[in-house]
T-cell receptor, first 115, second 115 residues
């Protein structure tokens, strides 16, 4: 089965600084999608950014960008100019093209933003 | 423009009782997912519905868990003879279709506590 590993249970960043959250995954598939979700205290999961494995270009969404290293099976999230509203749990997730309907989630990283 | 809604928001039940959790997906979304999120952990896939196709039940942890969906509308997740290890947040998500390119929209979850 696919596994997704987030090795940083907690991270903190000063407001306006940059932080990188790490994620690694294990798969034998060549075609898949990777996601970062944000879960604030309200529990509402929100999609932050998505990366298709066949695309070499790293995805970006405003202050959020990823560093996708397919050979290393690494998918880190960089948050630039951190804001207080970025404080939340961040989950990395995987879905393969051949593994049916399942999304595989990591255990999450709790991000604190220090004013 | 309503999002995914879930009810109840919180549920406390005694061990051995049955519980029903409800999910109202976004109108027009044919795909619906249920996940379980234990404290401090990521999301575990439970079950997936797509239109009128047979559901993917591969994530259900035991036969005490079942789910139904009427057409492309409301879904209910039922847990019979609840156990303390069933305590978790149960999240529902819907998407426009089954393709992985479609974003999942999550509800706020139901926090289940089994005493």
């Amino acid at each position: 089965a696919q596994t997704v590993t987030q090795s940083q249970p907690e991270m903190s960043v000063q407001e306006a600084e940059t932080v990188t959250l790490s994620c690694t995954y294990d798969t034998s598939e060549s075609d898949y999608y990777l996601f970062w979700y944000k879960q604030p205290p309200s529990r509402q999961m929100i999609l932050v950014i998505r990366q298709e494995a066949y695309k070499q270009q790293n995805a970006t969404e405003n202050r959020f960008s990823v560093n996708f290293q397919k050979a290393a099976k690494s998918f880190s999230l960089k948050i630039s100019d951190s804001q207080l509203g970025d404080a939340a749990m961040y989950f990395c997730a995987y879905r393969g093209s051949n593994t049916g309907n399942q999304f595989y989630f990591g255990t999450g990283t709790s991000l604190t933003v220090i004013p | 423009g309503a999002g995914v809604s879930q009810s109840p928001s919180n549920k406390v039940t005694e061990k051995g009782k049955d519980v029903e959790l409800r999910c109202d997906p976004i109108s027009g979304h044919t795909a619906l997912y249920w996940y379980r999120q234990r404290l401090g952990q990521g999301l575990e896939f439970l079950i997936y519905f797509q239109g009128n196709s047979a559901p993917d039940k591969s994530g259900l942890p035991s036969d005490r868990f079942s789910a139904e969906r009427t057409g492309e509308s409301v879904s209910t997740l039922t847990i019979q003879r609840t156990q303390q290890e069933d305590s978790a947040v149960y999240l529902c998500a819907s998407s426009f279709g089954s393709s992985v390119s479609y974003e999942q929209y999550f509800g706020p979850g139901t926090r289940l506590t089994v005493t």
